[in-house]
């Protein structure tokens, strides 16, 4: 097969006439600036790139062998090795650890990218696919997170947003600093769970992103949210999407027009966009987000199983509990599948209570006469 140039082509990443003082390193170094040269003109970020590339280096090291001589036995050994101790790997973890040496065995025995020939005329063996189906896991279901992975309760929604409110309370009758930033968190959670936000999208909320509801014009600029960092597929730039108020929820509306009117100037913000700013004029981190509420959970001594992902699925809950159509609540937050809305989805028991008690009656209630 004529050479084609390719992103991630052997010619391309080795420099004929060359000789190497360690050529298996140098050859193994060149494949993966090529493959990640070949994801990156698929338009994958860095920091999908990146990750993998890592991984391919430490199965390397594990084996202490080079793709032209991997074997699907080293794959069981590795993936052994994960699953095993006290540092066990969740099955998606595992999974995707093996795709990417799919992927990349995918890429290193595709002759279009000449790496077999050279492997052959170099060391005298070619690479081979080392993922099976039968020594790869299968994915056999929808959700794959750990069982403790759950909404809030009603209760323990309002429990944590009370303790959010007090701590800005007690800071104000202590006289401390760190009222408004405190003011702040409570917003900014109440805003995750009132809009249905996973993290990134709530920090990269700016002042341009709040928008009216032409259907509720009391609720002014804060009736709908601009989500313009929405979660992407790979290769493709981030997915954009409008999330309206509920009426359910518009006391997060209030909360929004406090923050934004009367506490958010205070920081002092000058030209910067963001809407949660920073006593230092930045953007608010996901790494904050995920500490303080760690933080306001525990002094709440909630389930450790909460995380900030479930104010999300608490928001998708409550909305089918509401009486919203599923298909609302999909655009809502922006999933692509109503399957995935599915899985997010775990109604109260006094929701499935009042929803049999209404088919019983339907079902058994009498007959009015003369009907």
């Known amino acids: 097969m004529p050479r084609v140039d390719v992103p991630g082509a052997a010619h391309l990443e080795l420099v004929d006439g060359v000789l190497h003082l360690d050529e298996q390193s140098a050859v193994f170094e060149a494949m993966l600036r090529g493959w990640a040269c070949q994801q990156r003109s698929r338009l994958l970020t860095v920091g999908t790139v990146e990750p993998r590339v890592r991984l391919l280096r430490r199965f390397q090291d594990f084996t202490g062998e080079y793709p032209w001589r991997w074997t699907p036995g080293d794959v069981e050994e590795f993936t052994t090795s994960m699953v095993s101790g006290t540092s066990s790997r969740a099955v998606s973890t595992v999974r995707g650890y093996q795709t990417t040496l799919r992927l990349f065995c995918d890429y290193v025995t595709d002759a279009r990218y000449d790496w077999p020939q050279q492997c ?12 099976h189906e039968w ?5 056999l279901a929808d959700f794959e997170g750990g069982p403790g992975r759950r909404p809030f309760s009603h209760d323990e929604l309002q429990a944590f947003f009370d303790h959010a409110d007090a701590r800005v309370e007690a800071i104000v009758k ?7 930033a ?25 002042m341009v992103d709040l928008r009216p509801n032409p259907h509720v014009r009391e609720w002014g600029r804060y009736g709908s949210l601009h989500v313009r960092y929405g979660k992407a597929q790979r290769g493709s730039p981030p997915r954009r999407r409008t999330v ?20 958010r100037d205070r920081f002092a913000p000058g030209a910067h966009s963001a809407l949660w700013v920073t006593e230092r004029r930045s953007r608010v981190s996901v790494r ?21 992902h479930a104010l999300r699925h608490s928001y998708v809950t409550h909305l089918i509990e509401y009486g919203y159509p599923e298909r609302f609540v999909q ?22 209570n009042q929803v049999l008690a209404k088919a019983l009656d339907r079902v058994y209630s009498p007959v009015e006469e003369g009907a």
């Open 331 to 352: 655009e809502q937050v922006g999933h692509h599948y109503a399957s995935t809305t599915a899985i997010y989805t775990s109604v109260s028991n006094d929701f499935k």
């Open 135 to 139: 020594n790869t896991v299968a994915h």
């Open 244 to 263: 309206l108020a509920v009426p359910e929820l518009d006391w997060a509306v209030e909360g929004m027009r406090q923050w934004v009117e009367q506490a």
């Open 288 to 308: 904050y987000v995920d500490e303080r509420f760690a933080q306001l959970r525990d002094e709440l001594g909630l389930d450790k199983a909460l995380v900030p």
């Open 174 to 180: 202590a006289g401390r600093k760190g009222a408004l």
């Open 120 to 131: 052959v005329d170099r060391f005298g063996s070619a690479p081979t696919q080392v993922c």
């Open 182 to 206: 405190a003011l702040r968190d409570a917003q900014m959670f109440k805003t995750a769970y009132a809009f249905g936000l996973r993290r990134n999208e709530l920090v990269r909320l700016d």
